[in-house]
């Protein structure tokens, strides 16, 4: 009839079926918290009658899973809903299922109550229940990446901008997207508000702010010029042993014309020396682009159109890698004082999370270098 189960230390996986109480403490650690369609249906199936030693009956009623210990935070613990949504919601297509309906948080005193129902928000052949509760949670505190699939229980999309050598978090990026414009803030964050499709295509543009003018010239320099030319003979750019970003090669085709070549160096070298060269401009791209590990070469190519696939797991947010053409080497740091995601707390182990999530990306790719 009733259940605790107890994670201890480390990461654990906590999940039961069929309890008509549940508990579950997950201890120290990132724990991944279960709730699964069979535990949905022996909730459905309400209070149990069961037969006594003397033929007389007692009667159990069915609870919520109560979750004592659940940790807020990015790179804390997970409420893993994947399951139920796939084997007791109907007609769930994959999108955020807080805006669609399916899953709702409530605050109730100091807890948080998570309620599920079946046919979303549309339906009305099912009514939300009260499937757990996380106690001592506030819903404000709750992030996407505390939940499977990870979507903000707002609804909202985050964008979060970055340069790709530094790590340098970049304000006043412009962003547009559907019939949305934002700037990101000093933290290199903006809202896109509340996206339901499954597909987002946005523009992000940069011009270089006044304070940092003098930053920005001085990333572009005589390094950078030595940069393309070794690219160009087959050099190492980077070192032993640390291979060229994709990102580099887009920043070293200095002309914009999808290739790498001796001009791109000539016109470096003549922004240094002052003579009539482009203005270092910056680029974006989408930090899960599949497409861009493969261009590390002398022909990157046009710089890819922005988008990100919303549906399936759906991301955390939306990460935007800054590259400033003619920085090769990623030295640009920003004004003094800018903030990056390798010190910022907010941001505590970004890459290690982001590439055990994305296998298909290389630690090189970001300038993380060794990586373990």
Same mark, same amino acid.
């Given at each position: 009839?009733?259940?605790?189960?107890?994670?201890?230390?480390?990461?654990?996986?906590?999940?039961?079926?069929?309890v008509l109480h549940l508990s579950l403490t997950g201890g120290t650690g990132a724990d991944t918290f279960v709730l699964t369609a069979q535990q949905y249906r022996t909730f459905l199936e309400g209070?149990?009658?069961?037969?006594?030693?003397?033929?007389? @009956?007692?009667?159990? *009623?069915? =609870?919520?899973?109560? #979750?004592?210990?659940?940790?807020?935070?990015?790179?804390?613990?997970?409420?893993?809903?994947?399951?139920?949504?796939?084997?007791?919601?109907?007609?769930?297509?994959?999108? %955020?299922? !807080?805006?669609? =309906?399916?899953?709702?948080? &409530?605050?109730?005193?100091?807890?948080?109550?998570?309620? !599920?129902?079946?046919?979303?928000?549309?339906?009305?052949?099912?009514?939300?229940?009260?499937?757990?509760?996380?106690?001592?949670?506030?819903?404000?505190?709750?992030?996407?990446?505390? !939940?499977?699939?990870?979507?903000?229980?707002?609804?909202? /999309?985050?964008?979060?901008? @970055?340069?790709?050598?530094?790590?340098?978090?970049?304000?006043?990026?412009?962003?547009?997207?559907?019939?949305?414009?934002?700037?990101?803030?000093?933290?290199?964050?903006?809202?896109?508000?509340?996206?339901?499709?499954?597909?987002?295509?946005?523009?992000?543009?940069?011009?270089?702010?006044?304070?940092?003018?003098? *930053?920005? $010239?001085?990333?572009?320099?005589?390094?950078?010029? #030595?940069? #393309?030319?070794?690219? #160009?003979?087959?050099?190492?750019? %980077?070192?032993?042993?640390?291979?060229?970003?994709?990102?580099?090669?887009?920043?070293?085709?200095?002309?914009?014309?999808?290739?790498?070549?001796?001009?791109?160096?000539?016109?470096?070298?003549?922004?240094?020396?002052?003579?009539?060269?482009?203005?270092?401009?910056? /680029?974006? !791209?989408?930090?899960?682009?599949?497409?861009?590990?493969?261009?590390?070469? /002398?022909?990157?190519?046009?710089?890819?159109?922005?988008?990100?696939?919303?549906?399936?797991?759906?991301?955390?947010?939306?990460?935007?890698?800054?590259?400033?053409?003619?920085?090769?080497?990623?030295? @640009?740091?920003?004004?003094?004082?800018?903030? $990056?995601?390798?010190?910022?707390?907010?941001?505590?182990? @970004?890459? &290690?999370?982001?590439?055990?999530?994305?296998?298909?990306?290389?630690?090189?790719?970001?300038?993380?270098?060794?990586?373990?």
């Open positions: 009839m009733s259940a605790s189960l107890d994670g201890g230390s480390g990461d654990d996986l906590l999940t039961a079926r069929g209070t149990r009658a069961f037969l006594n030693a003397d033929n007389s @009956y007692t009667s159990v *009623a069915v =609870g919520p899973t109560v #979750i004592t210990d659940f940790e807020v935070g990015a790179g804390k613990d997970v409420l893993d809903c994947s399951e139920l949504l796939k084997n007791a919601a109907l007609a769930y297509d994959g999108t %955020n299922p !807080f805006t669609t =309906g399916f899953l709702t948080l &409530t605050q109730s005193g100091k807890d948080t109550e998570v309620s !599920f129902d079946a046919d979303g928000g549309a339906g009305s052949a099912n009514r939300a229940e009260t499937i757990a509760v996380l106690k001592n949670v506030l819903v404000t505190d709750l992030q996407a990446g505390n !939940f499977s699939p990870n979507y903000s229980p707002d609804g909202s /999309l985050p964008v979060l901008s @970055y340069s790709w050598g530094a790590h340098t978090l970049l304000n006043a990026v412009d962003l547009l997207a559907n019939g949305l414009a934002v700037t990101t803030d000093v933290n290199g964050a903006a809202n896109l508000g509340v996206v339901t499709s499954k597909t987002l295509v946005l523009t992000a543009s940069r011009a270089v702010p006044a304070a940092e003018s003098t *930053a920005t $010239d001085q990333a572009v320099n005589l390094q950078d010029a #030595i940069a #393309i030319l070794k690219m #160009i003979v087959g050099l190492d750019v %980077n070192g032993a042993g640390k291979a060229l970003s994709p990102y580099q090669a887009y920043a070293a085709d200095y002309d914009g014309n999808g290739k790498v070549e001796l001009s791109d160096a000539i016109g470096v070298l003549k922004h240094v020396v002052g003579l009539d060269a482009p203005t270092p401009q910056w /680029l974006f !791209f989408n930090e899960l682009d599949t497409a861009v590990p493969g261009k590390a070469n /002398l022909l990157p190519g046009s710089v890819p159109g922005l988008s990100a696939d919303l549906s399936g797991s759906g991301p955390i947010h939306v990460g935007l890698v800054g590259v400033l053409r003619g920085d090769v080497d990623g030295s @640009y740091a920003g004004a003094a004082g800018a903030l $990056d995601l390798d010190t910022d707390a907010t941001h505590a182990n @970004y890459f &290690t999370l982001l590439l055990a999530a994305h296998k298909e990306l290389s630690p090189s790719q970001f300038g993380v270098y060794p990586y373990p």
